[in-house]
Every structure is written in structure tokens, then in C-alpha cells.
């Protein structure tokens, strides 16, 4: 079964999505402001932050790619169990970036332990997108040139090749580079995209 009606179908799925996405970005405020209420009994730290503003970052541009499908045609089961599984990755690894209430581990060492999860989530959500649109493009060579193609591609390369440093490095130093270029590498990507 599918919702058609080109409107009415990407309004009622990105409504949904958008609830889901919206609650990702709430976990990251409230967890955010649970770490700042206890910084002086839990040291906030600068691995904990910077995997918070990541996915911050890559949540409002995943949101925004969405943004661009309004020309979805039907809503499928397919394309809604795929939009939720990304939403909800990306809920997971917003839950999973600042400790509960109440946990004694400090922020780096919360963050340290969990990253891999993170990262995991957001490329998987990521590549829920991308992989697809990706095709698109290269199916659609009129739309885009082979250098731009290239470009979009590597920039996207990049990222997650950052993105899994940040997972897997040793070194908090490593891991907090890495999170700062991702933080500029974004910026500069949707500069020259935009």
C-alpha cells in the first residue's frame, strides 16, 4: 500500500521523520544541558561537546537533504521503514553521546566508551541517503558533471573517513582533531555546496 498525491505524501512522511529527527536534537540539548548543570562535579570535557556538535551538524543536514525528496511521488512501506530506520539510528546515537543522570564516568571517558556506537549511527543513517542519491546522480550524469560528482563523492569519502578516526583513534587529542575538522569540513562543504 501507498500514500500517493505528491504533497500530501512527502508532508505526511516528513512529518513524521521530521518528529523523529526533532527528538534526536532534543536529546542532544537535554543532554547537553544535564552535562553544564554537573560540570562542576563531572568536567565537561572537549571530546563530549564536539561529538554533541557533530551530530548536531550532521543531523540539520541530513534534515535538509530530506527536504530535498519533496518531490516524492508515494510513500511506500519501503520508504518509510528506511526514513524511520535513519531517524532512529540517529536517535540512538544522540542518547548515547552525554551519560544519564546519575552515572559517576566523566564525559570523556562516557563519550570514549561509546563512540564507536555513535559513529556507527550516523553513517549508517547517513548512507540511508546518500548511497541512494548517489546512484541518482550518477544514473542522472546531465544533472551533475563528472568533476562536481567526483567532488561530492570525495567530500562524503572525507567525512566518514574522519568520522571513523574519530571512532577508533586512541588518543582524545586524535579524536577531538578529528571532530574539529569534521565541525570545519562540514561548514566549508555546505559553503561550497549551498
Known sequence: MALEEN????????????????????EIAAGFSR???ERRRRPLGLVGPLFGAVLLLD?????????????????????????????LLYYFAATQVFPKEGQADTLN????????AVVFCVIASNLTS???????????LHRLKPVELALWGGLNFGYYSLL??????????????????CLVYMSAAYLVFD
Open 7 to 26: 504533497t500530501d505524501a512527502f508532508a505526511f512522511l516528513f512529518g513524521f521523520y521530521g518528529l523523529l529527527l526533532g527528538l534526536a536534537v532534543a
Open 35 to 37: 552535562a553544564w548543570d
Open 59 to 87: 543531523l540539520l543536514t541530513y534534515w535538509l537533504s530530506a527536504w530535498g525528496h519533496r518531490d516524492l511521488k508515494a510513500v511506500t512501506f519501503a520508504v518509510a521503514f528506511i526514513a524511520s530506520l535513519a531517524a
Open 109 to 116: 571517558e562516557h563519550i570514549m566508551d561509546h563512540r564507536k
Open 130 to 140: 546518500f548511497l541512494p542519491a548517489f546512484l541518482h546522480e550518477i544514473l542522472d
Open 164 to 181: 571513523c578516526l574519530a571512532g577508533w583513534a586512541r588518543s582524545r587529542k586524535v579524536v577531538a582533531g578529528a571532530l574539529i575538522t
